[in-house]
């Protein structure tokens, strides 16, 4: 069974950190480029980040560039969103996707947000920033 399962959400206050990650099952990790989308509460969903397969960042976000980092551990078929500096913009669902290595030109730019441009997706995990 193909599983992504987001964790580390949560209520936090403006200026504090978060982790989330995704663990992966069920599928070849390795040949699978990762994305983060977000869906804010009345607001079309937007991609994150992007890692390929080789654990490089591929695509940020411009409102999240120098304060979220995204990474994958390979070993643990994991892939993490290091989200510092937060603030009430941030608030979103935080969903986790997959897609098969060099499938779409748009996905490399931030394009697919939705969740059928993805071979696989998660359940998401709520991340809210208020003081």
């Known amino acids: 069974e193909v599983q992504l399962v987001e964790s580390g959400g949560g209520n936090v206050q403006p200026g504090d950190s978060l982790r989330l990650s995704c663990a992966a099952s069920?599928?070849?990790?390795?040949?699978?480029?990762m994305g983060w989308v977000r869906q804010a509460p009345g607001k079309g969903p937007e991609v994150v980040s992007i890692?390929?397969?080789?654990?490089?960042?591929?695509y940020y976000l411009d409102s999240v560039k120098g304060r979220f980092t995204i990474s994958s551990d390979s070993a643990n078929n994991t892939v993490y969103l290091q989200m510092n500096s937060l603030s009430p913009e941030d608030t979103a669902v935080y969903y986790c996707?997959?897609?098969?290595?060099?499938?779409?030109?748009?996905?490399?730019?931030?394009?697919?947000?939705?969740?059928?441009?993805?071979?696989?997706w998660g359940q998401g995990t709520q991340v809210t920033v208020s003081s």
């Open positions: 996707g997959a897609v098969a290595q060099f499938t779409s030109k748009r996905f490399y730019t931030g394009d697919c947000f939705e969740d059928w441009e993805y071979d696989y």
């Open positions: 069920g599928f070849t990790f390795g040949v699978y480029d």
């Open positions: 890692i390929g397969t080789g654990g490089v960042s591929l």
